[in-house]
C-alpha cells in the first residue's frame, strides 16, 4: 500500500520564480495538509485541502497557493520565490472528519532559493 | 495561542543507556491532542503515538514509553536501552481547537544522536 508521495525530491530555483510541489496521498485518504519546515525548525502548517477546496489556512502570504485535484491528489504552488522560502516541504494525507487521526507524512520536497 | 516547547536541541547518548526527551505544552482548550513524532534523515515524519486530553494514562510500547502529566502540561517521552537506530529528530505536536484539530502544531524538535 503505498504511503504519501511527494514530487520532486529536491529543488533549485532562482529567487522570484515560481515553483510547482505535488502530493499523492497515501490510497484511502481524501484530505491533504502542506507544511514548511525550516532548517532546525518544526513543521509549520501551510493549508488543508478537501473536497478540491482550501478549508484552512496557515499564517502564510497568498504567494502560497494550491489545488486538489478529483482523485484527491494536490499541488503547492509558490510564486515570486524569496530566499527565505528555502525548506522541506511536507505533504501529510488524512482522512476528512478524522482530524489528525492517521495523518500520514511523505517525505518532502527540499527546495532551495538561490 | 498554543504553544509547544521542547527545551533540548540536541542530546547525545551512548548505546544502551536511557533518555527521556521533554514536552511541555500550552493551550487554552480542554480538549485537544499531543503527539510525538520521529524524523529520521529520510524526512519523513514517522508517527509515534496520539494522545487525548482526558486519557493520562502513561504508556509504555516496546523500548518507548510516554508520560503525560496535566498538571504540569508536559508529555515526556523516554527510550530505554537507546539503540543507534533511534538517532533523529524527534518533534512533540499539539492539535486542538485553535490549529481547527485537523491539522499540528510542532515545536522545534530535538535531535537525539546515539553514539555506539
Known amino acids: 500500500d503505498a504511503g504519501v508521495t511527494q514530487s520532486p525530491t529536491h529543488l533549485i530555483k532562482t529567487r522570484g520564480q515560481q515553483v510547482t510541489l505535488r502530493c499523492s496521498p497515501k490510497s484511502g485518504h481524501d484530505t491533504v495538509s502542506w507544511y514548511q519546515q525550516a532548517l532546525g525548525q518544526g513543521p509549520q502548517f501551510i493549508f488543508q485541502y478537501y473536497e478540491e477546496e482550501e478549508r484552512q489556512r496557515g499564517n502564510f502570504p497568498d504567494r502560497f497557493s494550491g489545488h486538489q485535484f478529483p482523485n484527491y491528489s494536490s499541488e503547492l504552488n509558490v510564486n515570486a520565490l524569496l530566499l527565505g522560502d528555502s525548506a522541506l516541504y511536507l505533504c501529510?494525507?488524512?482522512?476528512w472528519g478524522g482530524g489528525t487521526y492517521g495523518y500520514t507524512f511523505g517525505s518532502g520536497t527540499r527546495l532551495t532559493v538561490v | 495561542a498554543q504553544k509547544v516547547t521542547q527545551a533540548q536541541t540536541e542530546i547525545s547518548v551512548v548505546e544502551k543507556e536511557d533518555v527521556t526527551l521533554d514536552c511541555v505544552y500550552e493551550?487554552?482548550?480542554?480538549?485537544?491532542?499531543l503527539f510525538w513524532y520521529k524524523q529520521p534523515p529520510s524526512g519523513e515524519l514517522v508517527f509515534l503515538i496520539r494522545r487525548n486530553s482526558f486519557d493520562e494514562q502513561n504508556e509504555i510500547s516496546g523500548r518507548y514509553s510516554w508520560n503525560f502529566q496535566k498538571s504540569t502540561s508536559s508529555f515526556n517521552f523516554t527510550i530505554t536501552a537507546s539503540q543507534v537506530v533511534d538517532s533523529a529528530v524527534y518533534f512533540c505536536a499539539l492539535s486542538d481547537d485553535q490549529t481547527g484539530a485537523n491539522n499540528l502544531f510542532f515545536g522545534t524538535g530535538t535531535r537525539l544522536t546515539v553514539i555506539p
Open positions: 501529510a494525507s488524512s482522512n
Open positions: 493551550t487554552r482548550d480542554t480538549t485537544y491532542y
